[in-house]
T-cell receptor, first 114, second 115 residues
Framework: DAGVTQSPTHLIKTRGQQVTLRCSPKSGHDTVSWYQQALGQGPQFIFQYYEEEERQRGNFPDRFSGHQFPNYSSELNVNALLLGDSALYLC?????????????FGAGSRLTVL | AQSVTQPDIHITVSEGASLELRCNYSYGATPYLFWYVQSPGQGLQLLLKYFSGDTLVQGIKGFEAEFKRSQSSFNLRKPTVHWSDAAEYFCAVGRPISVTYKYIFGTGTRLKVLA
């Protein structure tokens, strides 16, 4: 049973560019949450997707958007990148209902904005 | 607002010594509490969780944690630390979203183990 897969693992962008990060959940896990972990900080909730809809959003600007596909995989898009967007972006997956309160995390995508 | 506080940013212990990492939370209802560990360049691995029942929770890798409602604490302990335990540890509280949850994390405690 594969775990949570995120891609790319590392990437470098310049200010103003756009980035797309991808997440493939564990088999059968239908709920995907995204977190941003800045250097030296704990992860912060960006948003959560279920049934291809954004269920809830954290305190992040509209430059951050997402999508969930029918196979439960998800993308995180960030437009107009700022230096402060440099962080580790973590995808976490869970199963709606039973076990929904336990999230399994991927290894993350480390974004550097120059 | 819900919050999680990990008062110790860094902790250094000698291999073989005992360990306690502190976590305090602010949450109105009965919390769902978690400890995760993050090794360099890695994602988060679940060590243990508390939902209800016995307030002393056993986890993986020999870790345990005790939920104390009166102190709003969920401290992580290990009786004998191994060099491989060096990592960053995060405490989190689960906040309900419909029938699932989002996590609110503390800022983490970085553990250094001396040989």
């Amino acid at each position: 049973d594969a775990g949570v897969t995120q891609s790319p693992t590392h990437l470098i962008k310049t200010r103003g560019q756009q980035v797309t990060l991808r997440c493939s959940p564990k088999s059968g896990h239908d709920t995907v949450s995204w977190y941003q972990q800045a250097l030296g900080q704990g992860p912060q909730f960006i948003f959560q997707y279920y049934e291809e809809e954004e269920r809830q959003r954290g305190n992040f600007p509209d430059r951050f958007s997402g999508h969930q596909f029918p196979n439960y995989s998800s993308e995180l898009n960030v437009n107009a990148l700022l230096l402060g967007d440099s962080a580790l972006y973590l995808c976490a997956c869970s199963l709606e209902g039973r076990g929904a309160n336990v999230q399994t995390f991927g290894a993350g995508s480390r974004l550097t904005v120059l | 607002a819900q919050s999680v506080t990990q008062p110790d940013i860094h902790i250094t212990v000698s291999e073989g010594a005992s360990l306690e990492l502190r976590c305090n939370y602010s949450y109105g209802a009965t919390p769902y509490l978690f400890w995760y560990v993050q090794s360099p360049g890695q994602g988060l691995q679940l060590l243990l969780k508390y939902f209800s029942g016995d307030t002393l929770v056993q986890g993986i890798k020999g870790f345990e944690a005790e939920f104390k409602r009166s102190q709003s604490s969920f401290n992580l302990r290990k009786p004998t630390v191994h060099w491989s335990d060096a990592a960053e540890y995060f405490c989190a509280v689960g906040r309900p979203i419909s029938v699932t949850y989002k996590y609110i994390f503390g800022t983490g405690t970085r553990l250094k183990v001396l040989a």
